[in-house]
């Protein structure tokens, strides 16, 4: 595809050929609205359980508000990917999952994964807004399902919630928790990639109010990437105690060890030179199985704890207080290769897009080498009061949060053979390098959190609701640079130590009003904000934070805004649709002053406008539907003279999923869907873009009592299409997965 440096004009939009099939889901068979005006609304109560499912509809969650909350009655548009759907659709990991929610790309992490576990929502990176079951999980690893019951993404600034970051919005894994119930369960899946993969799912009731689960994970996986191999060993046990009484205590711990290969995936046709925004001419002409780099040399080792004590207090029918401490440990070892197209070709000629693509050639450089320990310990404190004042009720929520998050990073010098060359066409991974590793610096960075927040849940009467509710965090951050080679502090390219800290202190937000003139109808209108501090610790940065200079270290937080109208409707076929139009913005971005490059202003502006929906339920007892989609238009407002008027990376103009699965008697079930994108851009520049593409995939399973088989068929058509780009450049892409086959074996024991 040639480069088309012009932004797309609003009216250059044309209907995905995917479009009809997503919209399909939309279309409800019986799809009268239920007119009960008086229906009972479901209670609003303090829980620790994750959100509550019946099949692939969501009808409450307790993430968004910290309160068993019905979704009608969250002003906030929110994706929820429920256990039965990932089951259904053999999901494996939390990208697989996230494939069910419209707006979200990929972008290869630094030190690059083969999982490629950096997500851009609605067009704004969420490295740094992972959570799971509420509190912030800042690790750099591979997330798996094996101990996941469902993946929520929250759309929308949630800084009210969730605290710093959230620009495009969080995702929050919710985990498998013990029940007063038996479960033993064992699980295999046999993949055509290689893929193998052994777990365990244990429910034990220990008492008349207390359980243990166990879950297990084991996997030693090819995948279609070549060389590309994925090693597991996963323990999640968790303890409960006093379920059903007015104290519940949970003890939960999960370990995680990956071993695997880095991929920052394949070279781009685009050379920097010699137009001045460079030249990009299309997708790799290669299959999507080819790896770049050298498969003797890469690997990424992660190790990961997260500890969890949970303990929800009900002093009486009116008053509960949840405390919930989180310990958390992530190390990853890491060496990496950067493969791009070579200036030149086999004959030495300079490299154009007449050049044959026998000719062309990949410059690697094994130059990537880090280790991290990063330690994370966090404590909330909530108390949750339901009272009345007149004929208005009220659910108050006051928290305190407390945080203290520590980065250690070490990085390498490289000295040896560490490049060569090799044909795109035909890489070769088993290229030999000789060379050393020396340390070169380490990169120590902390912050500490200090919020308190509280939420009003506000019912005027039946018809009329609102939320309102703000939060006040300090964000006290800092970084040292300490050079190995005698242990002084490191100097940066503009002769300052790289010795900074700072202080910020933010107030944030979310108010919004609903409005039901019927049990089956729900109106909203809403708006928030959330801060993203110069000192932020990030998941995927070298040195896992912002600060890099004096200028910059005096720089204020960004600050984001979104804006909601929104709806949903339950019909009487117990389909549930929401949608919402949104404006998410960031209104002063860090960019570097035209005046004087030194320094760091808040002038740049973007912003992403949009319309999403969604349907989930059962249009039958046999038939369940699950659909979503996204049209998004975003611009980059002000800001550095390369990128104004243009559209933001990772912003497809249009995507979604839909999903349908029907029993047909006697244990059997078939089901299928879509997954589908239009293009976008792989850098703000607009200096090259990704093809859109429509991905089907389909399943068979034969489901008893005792035990289920599923067979699971990935990319039936054998689409080649990207799911991802690499650091805000058009010089790589991450290929997706090609037509595969999983079959799983799920056998449950009396």
Same mark, same amino acid.
């Given at each position: 595809m040639a480069g088309n440096s012009r932004r797309r004009a609003p009216s250059q939009f044309r209907l995905h050929p995917a479009a009809a099939a997503i919209m399909m889901a939309f279309a409800v068979p019986g799809g009268a609205l239920a007119q009960s005006a008086d229906e009972a609304l479901p209670e609003v109560e303090v829980t620790s359980?994750? +959100?509550?499912?019946? #099949? @692939?509809?969501?009808?409450?969650? *307790?993430?968004?508000?910290?309160?068993?909350? *019905?979704?009608?009655? =969250?002003?906030?548009?929110?994706?929820?990917? *429920?256990?039965? /759907? =990932?089951?259904?659709? !053999?999901?494996?990991?939390l990208q697989d999952a996230l494939r069910n929610v419209p707006g979200i790309t990929y972008a290869a992490a630094e030190g690059g994964t083969q999982a490629s576990q950096l997500f851009y929502l609605r067009g704004f990176p969420a490295g740094g807004d992972l959570f799971i079951d509420g509190i912030r999980d800042i690790g750099e690893y591979n997330r798996d399902l094996f101990n996941i019951e469902s993946v929520e993404v929250l759309k929308g600034p949630s800084a009210l919630m969730f605290g710093r970051g959230s620009t495009g919005g969080v995702i929050n894994q919710t985990s498998k928790t013990p029940g007063l119930n038996s479960l033993k369960e064992v699980g295999v899946s046999l993949g055509t990639n290689g893929e193998k993969r052994l777990t365990g799912d244990l429910n034990l009731q220990m008492g008349e109010h207390s359980a243990f689960r166990l879950n297990v994970l084991g996997e030693d996986s090819e995948t279609y990437r070549d060389t590309v191999d994925n090693k597991q060993v996963g323990v999640a046990p968790s303890l409960k105690f006093g379920i059903g009484t007015p104290t519940e205590v949970t003890v939960s711990y999960m370990y995680l060890n990956t071993d695997g290969q880095t991929d920052y995936g394949q070279p781009a046709l685009w050379l920097t030179a010699p137009a001045p925004r460079g030249t990009f001419w299309g997708m790799p002409p290669v299959g999507l199985d080819k790896y770049y780099g050298f498969a003797n040399y890469d690997f990424t080792e992660w190790e990961t704890h997260v500890a969890t004590l949970r303990v929800d207090h009900r002093f009486s029918d009116t008053l509960s207080l949840r405390n919930s401490t989180r310990w958390a440990n992530y190390n990853r070892n890491m060496e990496a290769t950067i493969a791009t197209l070579a200036t030149k070709d086999a004959n030495g000629n300079p490299v154009t897009p007449a050049t044959p693509h026998e000719l062309l050639l990949v410059d690697r450089n094994h130059s990537k080498s880090r280790d991290n320990d990063d330690t994370v310990l966090i404590n909330q404190t909530e108390l949750t009061w339901k009272l009345e004042t007149g004929a208005v009720k009220h659910t108050v929520l006051t928290g305190l949060e407390l945080g203290k998050e520590e980065l250690d990073r070490m990085s390498y010098n490289f000295i040896g053979t560490t490049k060569d060359q090799t044909s795109l066409l035909n890489p070769n991974p088993y290229s030999q390098l000789s060379y050393t590793k020396t340390l070169n610096q380490n990169n120590v960075s902390e912050a500490e959190t200090i919020a308190v927040y509280v939420q009003d849940q506000l019912e005027f009467s039946p018809e009329w609701k609102a939320l309102l509710g703000v939060r006040f965090e300090r964000y006290d951050t800092s970084v040292q640079q300490i050079s190995m080679a005698d242990g002084s502090i490191a100097v940066g390219m503009d002769g300052v130590p790289i010795d900074f800290d700072r202080v910020d202190e933010m107030v944030s937000g979310r108010a919004g009003v609903i409005w039901q003139p019927t049990g089956a109808q729900s109106y909203y209108v809403s708006a928030g904000n959330s801060y993203n501090p110069s000192g932020e610790l990030g998941v995927y940065g070298a040195t896992g934070t912002n600060l890099s200079n004096g200028a910059n270290s005096i720089v204020d937080p960004e600050e984001n805004r979104s804006y909601e109208i929104g709806a949903q409707w339950d019909f009487t076929s117990n389909v549930q649709v929401r949608t919402a139009i949104f404006r998410n913005e960031k209104i002063n971005a860090r960019m570097t002053d035209p005046a004087d490059a030194t320094q760091v202003i808040l002038a740049g502006k973007r912003r992403v406008d949009g319309v999403e929906v969604s349907a989930s339920g059962r249009i039958t007892p046999s038939w369940d539907i699950y659909g979503a989609m996204a049209y998004m238009d975003g611009e980059i407002v002000s800001g550095p003279?390369?990128?104004?008027?243009?559209?933001?990376?990772?912003?497809?103009?249009?995507?979604?999923?839909?999903?349908?699965?029907?029993? /047909? #008697?006697?244990?059997?079930?078939?089901?299928?869907? +879509?997954?589908? %994108?239009? %293009?976008?851009?792989?850098?703000?520049?607009?200096? #090259?873009? +990704? *093809?859109?593409?429509?991905?089907?995939? +389909?399943?068979?399973?034969?489901?008893?009592?005792?035990?289920?088989?599923?067979?699971?068929?990935?990319?039936? @058509?054998?689409?080649?299409?990207? =799911? !991802? #780009?690499?650091?805000? %450049?058009?010089?790589?892409? =991450?290929?997706?997965?090609?037509?595969?086959?999983?079959?799983? /074996?799920?056998?449950? @024991?009396?």
């Open positions: 359980s994750p +959100a509550k499912t019946e #099949g @692939f509809r969501t009808e409450s969650t *307790p993430s968004v508000t910290r309160t068993e909350t *019905p979704l009608r009655d =969250i002003p906030q548009y929110v994706n929820i990917v *429920p256990q039965e /759907l =990932i089951r259904s659709q !053999g999901a494996k990991s003279e390369t990128v104004v008027g243009r559209t933001p990376l990772g912003v497809p103009e249009l995507s979604g999923t839909v999903w349908t699965l029907y029993r /047909l #008697g006697g244990g059997w079930e078939v089901g299928g869907g +879509a997954y589908a %994108s239009s %293009s976008w851009w792989l850098d703000d520049q607009n200096r #090259g873009e +990704a *093809p859109s593409y429509v991905r089907w995939d +389909a399943t068979v399973a034969y489901v008893q009592r005792k035990y289920d088989v599923r067979l699971n068929l990935f990319n039936l @058509f054998d689409e080649k299409y990207y =799911i !991802g #780009g690499y650091n805000n %450049s058009p010089n790589r892409v =991450i290929p997706g997965l090609p037509l595969s086959g999983m079959v799983t /074996l799920n056998y449950r @024991f009396d």
